[in-house]
């Protein structure tokens, strides 16, 4: 089947520059995806958006070059509740990919088991409008009891307006809870403002929840550097991130985020990326614990 992109998609970078930054060894990229190869995996019928297609060979490829050790995929919505191309990638990776996956509510012990299999250690539940329609509660918390018996954890994504609302259903999850991208926070808005506080009282009262400290170039509106190598890339979004890892640092966790759905204004660099971690990680210990043993404890611990 022929898929036409979306009008306005930026396709990911393909020669990224490589990070002055050192990542430590057995470093884990904890966020990203992949899409397609369509012909292969086709797109979801009920998707909202159709990406350009992001191989899990260009994924490795891109580990590779970055430095990382292993890559933690998280299905994306174009892709629905079909893990195929997910599993696929996983199963592909020796060992060196974990996958969150997005299941319906009647799948089946066995179905569930052979994700398991695969390397599937969470799945997501997604609350942005944009991005999918809306799923029941009572469903969600079906899926959430029957992933807690098999060690799984949740994966949540929302935008910070909604984080009021959606407080006593994520507070009721059975699991650990992972928040994508510090709940989307408004970085024009004051890092110890009534917002972004909230989110903080939301992990220091529930011990369960951890978060990605990703996607800098999302929440950011001083932007990217002008050019590569350029010292203070998305600084603003820095006091958001650096408070989240200080504070919380047994739950934090990074990801490139490639090959980053549905950027608008900008295709990130995912050497500038990575080089960011520096600025909300300052010292190895906190480097080590957000790149190597989080991660390594959420999806590696058998
Ligand atoms: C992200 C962010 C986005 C998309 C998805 O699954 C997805 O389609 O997660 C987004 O558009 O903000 O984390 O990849």
Same mark, same amino acid.
């Given at each position: 089947m022929k898929f036409q992109k979306s009008p306005g998609w930026l396709d990911w970078c393909s020669e990224p520059s490589r990070p002055v930054f050192l990542l430590p060894e057995? &470093?884990?990229?904890a966020h990203c995806h992949v899409f397609g190869p369509a012909d292969i995996f086709p797109f979801a019928a009920e998707r909202k958006y159709t990406p350009c297609d992001a191989s899990k060979e260009q994924l490795f490829a891109l580990r590779d070059r970055l430095g990382f050790s292993r890559n933690v995929i998280v299905q994306a919505?174009?892709?629905?509740?079909?893990?195929r191309a997910l599993v696929d990638a996983c199963r592909s990776s020796g060992g060196r990919a974990r996958g969150v996956a997005s299941i319906r509510p009647d799948i089946s012990d066995g179905e569930l088991h052979d994700l398991h299999e695969a390397g599937v250690r969470g799945v997501r539940f997604n609350f942005v409008r944009r991005l999918v329609d809306f799923t029941p509660r009572d469903e969600l918390l079906d899926i959430a009891g029957r992933v807690a018996g098999l060690g799984w954890h949740i994966v949540v994504y929302f935008e910070s307006a909604d984080l009021p609302d959606l407080w006593d259903f994520f507070s009721g999850l059975p699991t650990i809870v992972v928040v994508d991208h510090?709940?989307?926070?408004?970085?024009?808005?004051?890092?110890?403002?009534e917002q972004f506080e909230l989110f903080v009282r939301f992990m220091r009262e529930h011990e369960n929840v951890w978060s990605k400290v990703s996607c800098p170039d999302r929440l950011?509106?001083?932007?990217?550097? &002008? !050019? &590569?190598?350029? &010292? $203070?890339?998305? $600084?603003?979004v820095v006091p958001f991130a650096r408070r989240i890892v200080e504070t919380f640092p047994d739950r934090v966790l990074w990801g490139?985020?490639?090959?980053?759905?549905? !950027? $608008?204004?900008h295709m990130p660099d995912d050497g500038v990326l990575v080089d960011f971690i520096a600025q909300i990680a300052p010292t190895r210990a906190l480097q080590r614990k957000l790149l190597v043993d989080n991660p390594a404890r959420l999806y590696w611990r058998e």
């Amino acid at each position: 089947m022929k898929f036409q992109k979306s009008p306005g998609w930026l396709d990911w970078c393909s020669e990224p520059s490589r990070p002055v930054f050192l990542l430590p060894e057995g &470093a884990v990229d904890a966020h990203c995806h992949v899409f397609g190869p369509a012909d292969i995996f086709p797109f979801a019928a009920e998707r909202k958006y159709t990406p350009c297609d992001a191989s899990k060979e260009q994924l490795f490829a891109l580990r590779d070059r970055l430095g990382f050790s292993r890559n933690v995929i998280v299905q994306a919505t174009c892709h629905g509740t079909d893990n195929r191309a997910l599993v696929d990638a996983c199963r592909s990776s020796g060992g060196r990919a974990r996958g969150v996956a997005s299941i319906r509510p009647d799948i089946s012990d066995g179905e569930l088991h052979d994700l398991h299999e695969a390397g599937v250690r969470g799945v997501r539940f997604n609350f942005v409008r944009r991005l999918v329609d809306f799923t029941p509660r009572d469903e969600l918390l079906d899926i959430a009891g029957r992933v807690a018996g098999l060690g799984w954890h949740i994966v949540v994504y929302f935008e910070s307006a909604d984080l009021p609302d959606l407080w006593d259903f994520f507070s009721g999850l059975p699991t650990i809870v992972v928040v994508d991208h510090m709940g989307r926070p408004d970085v024009t808005k004051n890092v110890d403002g009534e917002q972004f506080e909230l989110f903080v009282r939301f992990m220091r009262e529930h011990e369960n929840v951890w978060s990605k400290v990703s996607c800098p170039d999302r929440l950011s509106a001083s932007g990217p550097p &002008a !050019v &590569a190598g350029e &010292a $203070r890339p998305y $600084r603003d979004v820095v006091p958001f991130a650096r408070r989240i890892v200080e504070t919380f640092p047994d739950r934090v966790l990074w990801g490139t985020d490639w090959p980053h759905p549905n !950027v $608008r204004d900008h295709m990130p660099d995912d050497g500038v990326l990575v080089d960011f971690i520096a600025q909300i990680a300052p010292t190895r210990a906190l480097q080590r614990k957000l790149l190597v043993d989080n991660p390594a404890r959420l999806y590696w611990r058998e």
